[in-house]
């Protein structure tokens, strides 16, 4: 019995030994990853942060230290991890959840994120959260919160341009174009260099209608840089043909009109453009390839009916309407309309 109690004595010693070297050697090394930080040697600080937390698992401050030595490497991802071993070892910790609330962020954990920036404003940070937490709802299509969070983001950083721009993505997605716009310009106030801003800008405005506003956001980005693509082109070119600046219209829909050559809308378009401004045979040239795509196409057919007859050739028209209303019956309200003051 005295030898078994010898042995326990031995044995003991030998883990309280073990365990007292681990915890120096987790000590040492933890001491050479601040020097190397202190240095600005942040993957050698990184290989000695970890190598205190191989021989203490549990010691937080090194979790802690290594997850900032990636943070300064940009390796968001694997800092996360580290801030995440380290929340249950120490969870009122403020630099660890300030950390996991923007690492999330970074990382597209939006709802982590959310959950560590209001866990972190409970624990009384200093940090401006509320952006992270309005764009993170949004991002979750909560808009209504997002907006709820703008507003306290707004107070907390009112010359932030990304604030009333998240704002006028959440009232966007919801369809409330006036507000919408608002937001955007407040947004492009602030910062005057975003020209997909801009774009969208004009987007929204060309929703309202507000064709005008429209033109002149498209017209801004384009002249800040925005590539003039057939979106571009094509929007901008509505705008104006909506406006009945038919010339300005036919330039830019005719550009997009030679790499698209087959887009029925676009053509459809164009040749409305035509028919406005009284080129009909114009219209009339560009609708017969709207059929040449389509050849079922009664509404076509029925433009082409009218467009001859502004040319003068009404017997010849007259019969392309009444051809086209065999074909779809619904063009008879048309008819009626086209009859009426202010009709084409």
Known sequence: ???????????????????????????FYHQKGLEE????????????????????PKKSESLVELGNS???????????????KAEPLDPNNLVVIDNLATLSYNTRKWADAVKYAQKAQQLKSTRQLQFIIAKSYYEQENYGESLKYCELAFKEEPRRAEIPYIAGRCFLEMSNYKRAAGCYEQAIERDSTKTNWMFEAGMVFYSIPDD??????????????????????E??????????????????????????????????????????????????????????????????????????????????????????????????????????????
Not at 73 to 80: C, H, I, K
Not at 333 to 340: A, F, G, R, V
Request: net charge positive; aromatic share 10%; hydrophobic share 40%.
């Open 37 to 56: 930080k202190q240095a600005h040697r942040f993957r050698e600080a990184e290989k000695n942060f970890a190598k205190a937390v191989q021989f203490s």
């Open 212 to 233: 005008k506003k429209a033109i002149e956001w498209f017209e801004r980005a384009g002249a800040k840089g925005y590539p003039r693509n057939n979106e571009y082109l």
């Open 235 to 344: 929007n901008l070119g509505n705008a104006y043909l909506n406006i009945k600046e038919y010339d300005k219209a036919l330039s830019l829909l005719e550009e997009v009109l030679k790499r698209k050559p087959a887009d029925i809308e676009l053509l459809y378009n164009v040749a409305d453009a035509y028919y406005r401004n009284g080129k009909y045979q114009n219209a009339i040239d560009t609708w017969d390839k709207v059929i040449a795509v389509d050849k079922k196409n009664a509404d076509a057919l029925y433009m082409i009916g009218l467009a001859y007859q502004k040319k003068g050739e009404k017997e010849k028209g007259i019969q392309l309407c009444e051809k086209a209303i065999e074909m779809d019956p619904s063009l008879k309200e048309k008819k009626q309309e086209k009859k009426m003051p202010g009709g084409f």
């Open 70 to 84: 990636l943070v300064e490497q940009n390796r968001y991802l694997e800092a996360r991890e580290q801030f995440l």
């Open 1 to 27: 019995m005295l030898k078994n109690l010898v042995k326990l004595l031995i044995g003991s010693t030998l883990l309280c030994n073990i365990a007292r070297a681990q915890a120096d050697s987790a000590d």
